[in-house]
């Protein structure tokens, strides 16, 4: 007779614990998302100011100059799924490469300090993204092998949990080139 009690509470004590530790994982992946977020927003508040600074030099360079800006609103105003924010971001990486690109044909430029403060800062700015993306995408990987992995995948489907996106974007900037006076 207290076999038969003790057999349903123990499950249902199992698949509370299940469902508090997915709980906390899908948190972890939210906060660490915001963690990114936050360091976009840096590099987007950062990318004007970094074409401004172009745009005084190299001002026949137009249509990357207005490609970047473009780009960068683009991303700004994107709150969607991270694979549809992943791709944006993507492309907007690919043309601050370009735009870097643009300036190496320019040494008044890159030994101008303001410039070389701003790629500095865009460079901090990325390593932090990186870094942020690591840690998303540890939180995602812990999230995703609990949804899938017998039997905690059971609780995962039966509360609707679903695993989410890896956030996978190269850094637009590695390094500061040395610059020789």
């Not at 991303?75 to 870097?100: F, I, S």
């Not at 092998?145 to 637009?172: I, K, W, Y």
Request: glycine share 4%.
């Amino acid at each position: 007779m207290i076999l038969l009690l003790i057999i349903p509470l123990a499950l249902l004590i199992w698949v509370v614990v299940q469902y508090n530790s997915l709980v906390g994982l899908r948190n972890f992946t939210t906060e660490s998302w915001s963690n990114i977020d936050t360091e976009l927003q840096r590099r987007y508040d950062l990318i004007p100011n970094l074409v401004a600074t172009v745009k005084g030099y190299a001002a026949h360079e137009r249509a990357t100059l207005e490609r970047v800006i473009e780009l960068r609103n683009r991303c700004a105003d994107n709150r969607g799924p991270v694979a549809g924010q992943a791709a944006d971001e993507q492309a907007l990486v690919a043309a601050l490469k370009q735009l870097l690109v643009v300036v190496e044909n320019y040494p008044q430029l890159k030994a101008d300090r303001h410039f070389l403060a701003l790629q500095t800062e865009l460079t901090n700015t990325e390593d932090r993204i990186q870094a942020a993306r690591r840690f998303y995408n540890g939180n995602i990987r812990d999230f995703r092998n609990r949804c899938e992995s017998f039997p905690s995948n059971l609780v995962a489907r039966a509360f609707g949990f679903q695993p989410q996106d890896f956030f996978t974007v190269p850094p637009a900037v590695k390094e500061v080139p040395d610059v020789q006076f």
